[in-house]
């Protein structure tokens, strides 16, 4: 029984905090700015989920041609810079990552 409680109560305090804000966010109009800088938050997110795993995939900083995520994820940041387009990044990034560890080793 307690573990039932304590599901519901995490639900309730995980949806509360994620909807509660978005209900009160709805109703009003956010300035221009705001909303230009929200636009930047998933890629502010994105780089901060990968960006540590590409740099240190063993835990410990590895900074080498021999670590393939971070010459897939460099590969991926040029992609997408010079063709704007998600689905070349991700399969070259991709490409690049197999085919470095195939390599590599």
């Given amino acids: 029984m307690n573990e039932i409680l304590l599901l519901l109560g995490m639900t309730l305090v995980t949806f509360s905090v994620r909807y509660l804000p978005l209900l009160v966010v709805g109703r009003i109009q956010l300035p221009n700015?705001?909303?230009?800088?929200?636009?930047y938050v998933p890629v502010a997110v994105l780089t901060a989920i990968i960006v540590p795993f590409m740099l240190r995939p063993q835990g410990t900083l590895f900074l080498?041609?021999?670590?393939?995520?971070?010459?897939?994820?460099?590969?991926?940041?040029?992609?997408?810079?010079?063709?704007?387009?998600?689905?070349?990044?991700?399969?070259?990034?991709m490409a690049i990552f197999l085919l470095?560890?195939?390599?590599?080793?």
Wanted: net charge positive; glycine share 10%; no cysteine.
């Fill in 100 to 105: 470095w560890r195939v390599l590599i080793g």
């Fill in 64 to 93: 080498s041609f021999e670590n393939a995520y971070l010459v897939a994820g460099v590969a991926s940041v040029v992609i997408a810079w010079r063709t704007r387009n998600l689905l070349a990044t991700i399969a070259g990034g």
């Fill in 33 to 39: 700015k705001v909303m230009r800088a929200l636009r």
